[in-house]
């Protein structure tokens, strides 16, 4: 099945550092996804980007489905930034396949 | 922006009973709905993909008759975790497509629902 790949697994950054995380994937997909999980659980969705790029406040995400990877850039992180950040695609039969996740956490 | 109403966030219960979990769409209706449970620093992984009106399709190494899915509308779908153990101890989310499939059709999420069984 298909494989998803993030890295790096943990990350740790002063306030108003810039960060980017990386997602692979192994095979086609028809759509890709990245969230956030904040520190109670819920899962707040950033960009649905299957392809090219988007931008939101200090986030954006790029996704270059031809190589089969999406990036997600954090600039000026703030501490609310802390979480783990997971990039989930949608396989062949429609269901949906979440990486590891990056866990991110800003210090103050 | 579509909200998925996800209850109880949070149940304990004891070794044997069961529990239900329900998932609501509040403002669209809901073809598939699938439910993902989550262990403490893991990633979220894929039990079920529940579309209206039909039988559960449940992923590989879920017990179907331990994990009860039940769609039978457009905006509600339930999971029953049915004579719960310890090891049953999860965080269960529930998302929800307002199409067979999510092209073109962002996932939304409930907030999740922590089981505890004592």
């Known amino acids: 099945g298909i494989q998803v790949e993030q890295s790096p697994p943990d990350l740790i950054l002063q306030e108003g550092a810039n960060s980017t995380l990386r997602c692979n994937f192994s095979?086609?997909?028809?759509?890709l996804q990245w969230f956030h999980q904040n520190p109670w659980g819920q899962l707040i969705n950033l960009f649905y980007?299957?392809?090219g790029t988007k931008q939101n406040g200090r986030l954006s995400a790029t996704t270059v489905a031809t190589e089969r990877y999406s990036l997600l850039y954090i600039s000026s992180s703030q501490t609310t930034d802390s979480g783990v950040y997971f990039c989930?695609?949608?396989?062949?039969?429609?269901?949906?396949?979440f990486g590891k996740g990056t866990r991110l956490h800003i210090l103050p | 922006g579509a909200v998925v109403s996800q209850h109880p966030s949070r149940v304990i219960c004891k070794s044997g009973t069961s529990v239900k979990i329900e998932c609501r769409s509040l403002d669209f209706q809901a073809t598939t709905m699938f439910w993902y449970r989550q262990f403490p620093k893991q990633s979220l992984m894929l039990m079920a993909t529940?579309?209206?009106?039909?039988?559960?399709?449940?992923e590989q190494g879920v017990e179907k008759d331990k994990f009860l899915i039940n769609h039978a509308s457009l905006t509600l779908s339930t999971l029953t975790v049915t004579s719960a153990h310890p090891e049953d101890s999860s965080f269960y989310i529930c998302?929800?497509?307002?199409?067979?499939?999510?092209?073109?059709?962002?996932?939304?999420f409930g907030n999740g629902t922590r089981l505890t069984v004592t």
């Open positions: 529940s579309n209206e009106g039909s039988k559960a399709t449940y």
């Open positions: 989930a695609v949608e396989r062949e039969d429609d269901k949906i396949i």
């Open positions: 095979d086609s997909v028809n759509n």
């Open positions: 998302s929800a497509s307002g199409s067979y499939s999510s092209y073109n059709s962002p996932l939304h």
């Open positions: 980007i299957p392809s």
